[in-house]
């Protein structure tokens, strides 16, 4: 079975910039986050692959966010950075068995696993 944790989360202003992580115990293939807001449905931030070769954004983020692997296959990381209120939200990493096409990597209905979230909060 497969486990995914996620740390990293906190209180930031508008326009900063926090990191965060996830773990993976276990194997997993493509990897993902995902974020919700209350009273709003799961949304896709972005997906990468296994090996961390290729990323993929949301418009809402694109140009603001990274997704990358590092040298810890069993780790990535959410970088954000010019960070608006509309970003707070409860982060949530996800990851797969099997490689997801890239025409799915942004339904949560193909990610397998999934952390317990952590919560970012942007503040002005």
């Known amino acids: 079975q497969v486990q995914l944790v996620e740390s990293g989360g906190g209180s930031v202003q508008v326009g900063g910039s926090l990191t965060l992580s996830c773990r993976i115990y276990?194997?997993?293939?493509?990897r993902a986050w995902f974020r919700q807001s209350p009273g709003k449905e799961r949304e896709w931030v972005g997906a990468?692959?296994?090996?961390?070769?290729?990323?993929d954004y949301s418009d809402a983020v694109t140009g603001r966010f990274t997704i990358s692997r590092g040298n810890n296959r069993n780790a990535f990381s959410l970088e954000m950075s010019s960070l608006k209120p509309e970003g707070t939200a409860m982060y949530y990493c996800a990851a797969a068995d099997q490689i997801v096409p890239f025409f799915s990597w942004s339904a949560a209905s193909a990610f397998d696993y999934w952390g317990q979230g952590t919560q970012v909060t942007v503040s002005s």
């Open positions: 276990g194997n997993a293939r493509t």
């Open positions: 990468i692959n296994s090996d961390g070769a290729g990323a």
